[in-house]
């Protein structure tokens, strides 16, 4: 469990990177809206940019990296039956 957690995790934190890589033109930036928002309340609050980037790919690495849990817990069931 913990190993399936920590890969999720990684590739929640690939995909956050790939999201924020994204210029904000594209169709594909509406997937990082979770961490966006969450940036810009926190960076609101503490005004630094810097801040606000890491809060936004923190929250999108775990967003996604939950999707991936159980996407990875899904695999191991149907293996297992």
């Known amino acids: 469990m913990k190993k399936k957690l920590i890969i999720a995790m990684a590739i929640g934190a690939i995909i ?3 999201l924020l890589a994204i210029p904000s ?8 809206l979770a961490g966006l928002t ?3 309340v926190f960076w609101g609050i ?6 606000g980037v890491a809060v936004a790919w923190v929250v999108n ?5 939950a999707g991936a849990f159980f996407v ?4 191991n069931r149907a293996a297992a039956t």
């Open 25 to 32: 033109t594209s169709g594909w930036s509406g997937l990082g």
């Open 72 to 75: 990875l817990k899904s695999f």
């Open 61 to 65: 690495a775990v967003v996604y990296g």
């Open 16 to 18: 956050s990177s790939v």
């Open 38 to 40: 969450a940036a810009i």
């Open 46 to 51: 503490v005004g630094e940019s810097a801040w």
